[in-house]
Nanobody, 114 residues
């Protein structure tokens, strides 16, 4: 079973940027769609961005134009470039396949101060 390790989170001021990484212990080449999810305190986990093996991407409306998802199958890594961050982006960010079929990693905390 592929294991996922997220990194790159931190504390940033509103308007700032962060780049998250998700390193998989095994190959993600055969996984059609990978996604970044987030869970804010007291809220359900939501899918914010997906990318297929062919490079097609989708985004939830709240991050469109600000976040960019990418994947490097050779490195078994998925990235999330987050720009123009807002306080409402504060959450723990996770990666997983879409639909969610892999074991969840520990996530990486993103905190955006106003």
């Amino acid at each position: 079973q592929v294991q996922l390790v997220e990194s790159g989170g931190g504390l940033v001021q509103a308007g700032g940027s962060l780049r998250l990484s998700c390193a998989a212990s095994g190959s993600i080449f055969s996984i059609n769609a990978m996604g970044w999810y987030r869970q804010a305190p007291g809220k359900q986990r939501e899918l914010v961005a997906t990318i297929t093996s062919g490079g097609s991407t989708t985004y939830v409306d709240s991050v469109k134009g600000r976040f960019i998802i990418s994947r490097d199958n050779a490195k078994n890594t998925v990235y999330l470039q987050m720009n123009s961050l807002k306080p409402e982006d504060t959450a723990v960010y996770f990666c997983n396949s879409d639909p969610e079929e892999l074991d969840w990693g520990q996530g990486t905390q993103v905190t955006v101060s106003s």
